[in-house]
Each structure stands twice: as C-alpha cells, then as structure tokens.
C-alpha cells in the first residue's frame, strides 16, 4: 500500500461498552438511533460490511461484504473527541482529563480575567447554543468573554466577532491553553465565534480547537519520522495539536470535508490522510438531533461510491469513530460506545475482525502497511 485514507465519522457509536453504565451511558446506541429515522440511508455502507458487525442488529446484513469489518472497545478512561483519536492513532490515555461539572476554580477565572483584560461571563457546563441565546446580549454590551464547559474536558470561549475579532478570540484561548496545565489541563480550549443579533445568533465556522499536545509518540510520529506525508483533513491537525502531521487542511463542515479528502485522493501523496467528519457529533449528537444525523450519514453514504471508485489498487480506506453521541438520549453528552471499523482496499481480503480491544487497532494496522 501506498496510501492509507482515514475517515473518523466523528461520534459515529455502534453501541453500549461493557462498562458503559459507570460513564452514565447504559442503553446507548448511535447507529440503532439513527438507524430509525426516515432519513436514514447506508446502502453503500451496508455493502462494506457495517450490518455484519457484531452487536449490531438494527439492519439487515449483506450476505457478501466487500470490506473487512469488526468493532473496537476502547482502552482509555475516557469518551471525549482527544482521548478517542489519540488512541485511533496509538496512544493510550489512563487517566480520564479534567472535567468541570461545577465551573472553572474562581481564582482561575480570576487569573484568566487579568491576563485578558476582559471579564468572564456564565462559567458553568452549557449548550453552546444556548449559551450565546443566554449571555450573548450581555457579552456585546459589556465585551465580557462568554466561558463554558460541558461534559467533556474543555474550556469554550465564545464571543461575536463583531464585539471580539476572530483572530484576538484565538489569542484568548492560547492564553487560556497555557494557563490550563497540571489539574486544570483540560483536553481542549475551543474557540465559539458567533455573528448575528439576538436572538438570531449564530455560531460561524471559525471554531478552532486548542488542544494539549499529545502525552507520547502516535503513529502519525512515526510515520512521520520516516519521511511519509502525514495530511489532516478537519480538526485533526488541532486534536494532535500539529505534532505529527506535515500538511493540514482544515474545513467548516462535513462537505468540505469529504470533498477536500476527495481531491487528496487525486493527489500524488505516500502516506497517510486523516480526516475528521465532524458535524455528525457537533450539530446533531450533541443537539438530540436523531434525523439531522440520519441525513448526515445519507450523506456520506451517497458521497462513498465517488471516492472508493476512484481508489487506486494501492490505496486503503480505513473507517472508524472516536466514541459515540447517541442523539435518542436525554442526554447531549457522548456516550461510551464501540466504534465500527471497515478497512476496504481493492485487494484486501474482506474479513469478520470481531470485537477487537482497542481504538490502536487502527494505529496497528497502518504500522504494517508503512512500517514493517
């Protein structure tokens, strides 16, 4: 193989984890949830194998799938978005990171607040909607910093770019992003532009994620090190915080994803490309929004014939998920779930991989096909 493309449906869950009950998630089941809207569509996904996974009997099989397929457990204390593609890419994190179910430490904010020279406003778990539909007249008036966290470990600033330019807001959350280390090294700073006037606020696609630079050495490293293209399509290259990856390309929305992976596939690359789809978890798990991701996997699933026509015979297709985010719930939170694997490559064997522990299967597999 020449060239590996690696495709994270971001929150794309298969159902619940042994231990799913400990993180509040019992009875989880993204892709069942999905599976029974109107809108749901996966033919090509069918074809691939994704029904014949174990655990999953919420459709039906296909008697001959084209792609291997199995289901992955995750090894790492954790459900959220840098724990999951962290361990995809082979690292393992043993400690759950920090979460703040309560708010930030007052002296913190307080520290956060002089460093800024902007006062915080709300500094509790939120939706990231909501926040902006509850604070946001507040912040314009007052050029206060919207700061919130949810279930994940994050810290979110969110501010109109009218009140607050886009590029002072990131400078905002790299400050922040350095202030957050020992008990407070949350796995994400992430930037919330919004536009509009209330209450028709809007978040733009300026979000960008300031995450922790990864604790050890990921596949990406390595292949890296060895002189092969490491290309990031999404949010990627701000999950490994750039370590590891040589080119990046970053995309406001499902679209541009697939189309941007869709051209690297026209270009002459030997390595890996990464992608992140992230709207499946963004504007439908964490909203409850069980048909908007029913039409978001249509989507892909209409979109995979143009790619996988295309392949090269020396090309591979892996694709995966970094956790799930089952919109049915009462809860917009992720869940701890299994997460799909389909490896389809025009000579690969299609086999049944079964259940499989750990999300570093797929950091595995690309170390024997660039470095054996």
Known sequence: MKRAFLIVLDS?????MPDSASFGDEGSNTLAAISRSAFFKAENLKRLGLFNIEGVDCCEKTENPIASYGRLSEKSAGKDTTTGHWEIAGLISDKPMPTFPNGFPQNFIERFEKATGRECLC???YSGTAVIADYGEEHIKTGALIVYTSADSVFQIAAHEDTVPVEELYKYCEIAREMLCGDLAVGRVIARPFTGEYPDFVRTSNRHDFSLAPTGKTVLDELKEKGLDVISVGKISDIFAGVGITEAYRTANNTEGMAKTLEMLGKDFNGLCFTNLVDFDMLY???NDVDGYAKAIAEFDAWLPSFTD?????????ITADHGCDPSTPSTDHSREYVPVLIYGKNEKAVNL??????DFVADKLRGIFLK
């Open 354 to 359: 079964g259940t499989v522990n750990g999300f």
């Open 310 to 318: 295309k392949m090269q015979e020396t090309d591979l297709l892996i």
């Open 123 to 125: 500094n509790k778990p």
């Open 12 to 16: 794309f869950g298969i159902g619940e």
């Open 285 to 287: 798990g964490h909203r």
